[in-house]
């Protein structure tokens, strides 16, 4: 085939105009997506934030359950009185199951003994929202990993997604196995997952989530990560801290003290 | 081929069997809904035309920004703040679901879920045990309300 100097120059640019569609195609694609890595902050949600949490299991007391009894009356999480349906948005579990991939041999006795305080990691980097089909569990600009019950259709990929077991799945109508109300804040209903919301309602007026606000040893600090000054970036200069499963990637914003600290 | 009278007759009895809910509706209609409009404070958050064609987008919008966007206070076409809250803002004045939102929404047969998670104040809930709970009166004040 003979090809002209003109027949090559108007080939030349329609693929250069080809490739820098599809291009450009791709960027808003992946800039739109739901798991877009920059959020946006919006009128209630500041940017520049992401709420973390810190627990020191040495101040944590063994036979308390004062976080979890005041976070599930809050959050009129329901009793089923049956372990395989329960709902948990903070509760305690063995080192061991906590801490699945740590060192397990030879174990200290005080981490053998101690059940260790357990919730949602809000993770930087969460695979729970990346299977949602509805978005309906979302990566706020402040690093909750908030869910919006009003969109969850109850397929619990998020349940298998999540590594921590943080999340769990209403089997009858939550409803029916209140012991009280609490008015503040919604029940749920039958099919929809629940889990730590790290108190969203309250701290978007001000306050500390309820589990941090009823330790009597204050083991649980609550704070911005992003903020150097603050108290929990502090508690993570100073202290020796872990996160549950980092081999993974997922960045939880809970950080684990077992060591008393000095200071 | 002598059945036409038969064949009318049993048209005309067909026709009106199929049509008969329809007069009987012409004879006696559906009672219309009666909201209870005593409410605590004379004006609503928008003006009560738009409210009465538009409240389920207005909550709609609401539910979305508050849970994706944290974005808790609606600034209604007067200027004036409100907090964006079904139980808190709007049940606030409309105090009695029965007597409000279920009188229309019996009428026209439309099932929204809010209350199958929202808690209304005064609400009773059967447990398992058979047992009731009763939801009580909020006990924090209307915070974003101006």
Same mark, same amino acid.
């Given at each position: 085939?003979?090809?002209?100097?003109?027949?090559?120059?108007?080939?030349?640019?329609?693929?250069?105009?080809?490739?820098?569609?599809?291009?450009?195609?791709?960027?808003?694609? %992946?800039? &739109?997506?739901?798991?877009?890595?920059?959020? &946006?902050?919006?009128?209630?949600?500041?940017?520049? %934030?992401?709420?973390?949490?810190?627990?020191?299991?040495?101040?944590?007391?063994?036979?308390?359950?004062?976080?979890?009894?005041?976070?599930?009356?809050?959050?009129?999480?329901?009793?089923?009185?049956?372990?395989?349906?329960?709902?948990?948005?903070?509760?305690?579990?063995?080192?061991?199951?906590?801490?699945?991939?740590?060192?397990?041999?030879?174990?200290?006795?005080?981490?053998?003994?101690?059940?260790? +305080?357990?919730?949602?990691?809000?993770?930087?980097?969460?695979?729970?929202?990346?299977?949602?089909?509805?978005?309906? %569990?979302?990566?706020?600009?402040?690093?909750?990993?908030?869910?919006?019950?009003?969109?969850?259709?109850?397929?619990?990929?998020?349940?298998?997604?999540?590594?921590?077991?943080?999340?769990?799945?209403?089997?009858?109508?939550?409803?029916?196995?209140?012991?009280? !109300?609490?008015?503040?804040?919604?029940?749920?209903?039958?099919?929809?997952?629940?889990?730590?919301?790290?108190?969203?309602?309250?701290?978007?007026?001000?306050?500390?989530?309820?589990?941090?606000?009823?330790?009597?040893?204050?083991?649980?600090?609550?704070?911005?990560?992003?903020?150097?000054?603050?108290?929990?970036?502090?508690?993570?200069?100073?202290?020796?801290?872990?996160?549950?499963?980092?081999? +993974?990637?997922?960045?939880?914003? !809970?950080?684990?003290?077992?060591?008393?600290?000095?200071? | 081929?002598?059945?036409?009278?038969?064949?009318?007759?049993?048209?005309?009895?067909?026709?009106?069997?199929?049509?008969?809910?329809?007069?009987?509706?012409?004879?006696?209609? $559906?009672?219309?809904?009666?909201?209870?409009?005593? $409410?605590?404070?004379?004006?609503?958050?928008?003006? =009560? $035309?738009?409210?009465?064609?538009?409240?389920?987008?207005?909550?709609?919008?609401?539910?979305?920004?508050? =849970?994706?966007?944290?974005?808790? =206070?609606?600034?209604?076409?007067?200027?004036?703040?409100?907090?964006?809250?079904?139980?808190?803002?709007?049940?606030?004045?409309? $105090?009695?679901?029965?007597?409000?939102?279920?009188?229309?929404?019996?009428?026209?047969?439309?099932?929204?879920?809010?209350?199958?998670?929202?808690?209304?104040?005064?609400?009773?809930?059967?447990?398992?045990?058979?047992?009731?709970?009763?939801?009580?009166?909020?006990?924090?004040?209307?915070?974003?309300?101006?």
């Amino acid at each position: 085939m003979n090809k002209s100097r003109r027949n090559f120059l108007v080939q030349l640019g329609s693929a250069a105009l080809f490739g820098a569609g599809t291009a450009a195609g791709i960027h808003s694609l %992946t800039a &739109t997506s739901a798991f877009g890595a920059t959020p &946006t902050g919006s009128p209630g949600i500041p940017k520049g %934030t992401r709420w973390g949490m810190f627990v020191d299991m040495a101040r944590c007391e063994a036979g308390c359950s004062d976080c979890i009894t005041a976070c599930h009356t809050k959050h009129n999480v329901p009793d089923f009185g049956n372990p395989k349906d329960e709902i948990k948005w903070i509760w305690k579990d063995s080192y061991a199951k906590v801490f699945p991939t740590g060192s397990q041999q030879f174990l200290a006795q005080q981490l053998a003994d101690k059940p260790v +305080l357990s919730l949602c990691n809000h993770c930087a980097n969460p695979p729970c929202v990346k299977v949602c089909p509805t978005q309906a %569990t979302f990566k706020r600009a402040d690093g909750i990993v908030e869910m919006d019950f009003h969109r969850c259709i109850g397929c619990r990929f998020c349940m298998a997604a999540c590594p921590y077991g943080s999340r769990s799945f209403n089997w009858r109508n939550p409803r029916e196995f209140l012991k009280q !109300v609490d008015a503040e804040y919604p029940t749920r209903e039958i099919g929809v997952v629940e889990k730590c919301n790290f108190c969203s309602e309250r701290i978007g007026t001000g306050r500390q989530p309820a589990c941090v606000e009823t330790c009597k040893t204050q083991a649980l600090v609550f704070g911005n990560l992003y903020d150097k000054n603050s108290e929990i970036r502090e508690k993570l200069r100073t202290r020796v801290t872990f996160q549950r499963k980092p081999e +993974l990637g997922t960045e939880p914003s !809970v950080f684990y003290a077992f060591e008393a600290g000095h200071v | 081929m002598h059945d036409t009278l038969k064949v009318i007759v049993g048209l005309a009895l067909f026709f009106a069997l199929v049509t008969l809910p329809f007069w009987l509706g012409a004879v006696r209609s $559906a009672p219309a809904p009666a909201p209870d409009l005593t $409410a605590k404070d004379t004006q609503c958050v928008e003006p =009560v $035309a738009y409210m009465r064609a538009n409240h389920m987008k207005l909550l709609d919008q609401w539910r979305n920004s508050v =849970v994706r966007d944290g974005d808790r =206070v609606y600034v209604n076409s007067a200027g004036k703040s409100f907090q964006k809250s079904l139980t808190k803002t709007c049940l606030n004045c409309h $105090a009695q679901k029965e007597k409000f939102c279920d009188q229309c929404h019996q009428s026209v047969a439309v099932e929204p879920y809010c209350f199958s998670c929202h808690l209304a104040p005064g609400q009773s809930l059967v447990l398992t045990s058979g047992s009731r709970l009763t939801v009580a009166d909020f006990s924090t004040p209307m915070d974003g309300r101006q």
